[in-house]
C-alpha cells in the first residue's frame, strides 16, 4: 500500500517561498513506472496541477505554464521522497497542496493535503 | 476555468440512478483515458474510476464509467446517502502536457 506523507508550513508571507515535502512509503521516487505530482485545489482555481517529476534512466519535469517561472519540484532518493518549492508567493496562492502519485496513466494516491494560507 | 467541463451539482433520492457528465477536448478526453474522484469534505481526492470504465479494488460495481468522442461520464445507481460528495473528472492534456481536471460535480442524496 501507497502512502504518501506530506510536512511544511501551513502559513508563508507574500513575496516569500513556499516548501512542502512528500515522503514516500510503498514505493521509490527512482520508479520507473511512477511519477510524483503536486496539486493544489482552491475555490477560485479548482483542482489545479502545478508539476511532476519522475525516473526514466535519468529525472524528468514538467511543470504548469501558470507557475512554470516560480517552481521547483525535486526528488529526495536518500529520504525517498520529493519536493515543491514555489516562489514569489501570494494571496492568490492560498490553497490546499496535494502531492499525488501517477502510475500506470492514472493518478492513484494522494497525500493528506496542506492548507497553505499566503498572509502577512 | 476548470479545463474540463462538469455541472456544478446533480442530486438524486436513495435507490435512484444519477449521471454526471464530464465534457473535454481533443487534446484531452478525445485523445486519452478519463479518470472520476471522488471527495468527501476536508480529505484528500479518492479513485474511484480510472482508464475509463475501471474499477479499483473495493469500489462497488453500482458506480460505472463510459467515455465517448470528448465527453465522459460517471453513474452511480442505488443511490445511498453515503454517496454525497464532490466528484471530479481528470484526464491529461497532450498540449498542456499536464493533468487537468472538471471543477467538481456536488451530488446530494436528498
Known amino acids: 500500500q501507497v502512502q504518501l506523507q506530506q510536512s511544511g508550513p501551513g502559513l508563508v508571507k507574500p513575496s516569500q517561498t513556499l516548501s512542502l515535502t512528500c515522503a514516500i512509503s510503498?514505493?521509490?521516487?527512482?520508479?520507473?513506472?511512477?511519477?510524483w505530482n503536486w496539486i493544489r485545489q482552491s475555490p477560485s482555481r479548482g483542482l489545479e496541477w502545478l508539476g511532476r517529476?519522475?525516473?526514466?534512466?535519468?529525472?524528468?519535469?514538467g511543470y504548469a505554464i501558470s507557475v512554470k517561472s516560480r517552481i521547483t519540484i525535486n526528488p529526495d532518493t536518500s529520504k525517498n521522497q520529493f519536493s515543491l518549492q514555489l516562489n514569489s508567493m501570494t494571496p492568490e496562492d492560498t490553497a490546499v497542496y496535494y502531492c499525488a502519485r501517477a502510475h500506470g496513466g492514472w493518478i492513484d494516491y494522494w497525500g493528506q493535503g496542506t492548507l497553505v494560507t499566503v498572509s502577512s | 476555468q476548470s479545463v474540463l467541463t462538469q455541472p456544478p451539482s446533480a442530486s438524486g433520492t436513495p435507490g435512484q440512478r444519477v449521471t454526471i457528465s464530464c465534457s473535454g477536448s481533443?487534446?484531452?478526453?478525445?485523445?486519452?483515458?478519463v479518470h472520476w474522484y471522488q471527495q468527501l469534505p476536508g480529505t484528500a481526492p479518492k479513485l474511484l474510476i480510472y482508464?475509463?470504465?475501471q474499477r479499483p479494488s473495493g469500489v462497488p460495481d453500482r458506480l460505472s464509467g463510459s467515455k465517448s468522442g470528448t465527453s465522459a461520464s460517471l453513474a452511480i445507481s442505488g443511490l445511498r446517502s453515503e454517496d454525497e460528495a464532490d466528484y471530479y473528472c481528470a484526464a491529461w492534456d497532450d498540449s498542456l502536457s499536464g493533468w487537468v481536471f472538471g471543477g467538481g460535480t456536488k451530488l446530494t442524496v436528498l
Open positions: 510503498g514505493d521509490s521516487v527512482s520508479s520507473n513506472s511512477a511519477a
Open positions: 482508464r475509463n470504465d
Open positions: 517529476t519522475y525516473y526514466r534512466s535519468k529525472w524528468y519535469k
Open positions: 481533443s487534446s484531452n478526453i478525445g485523445s486519452d483515458y
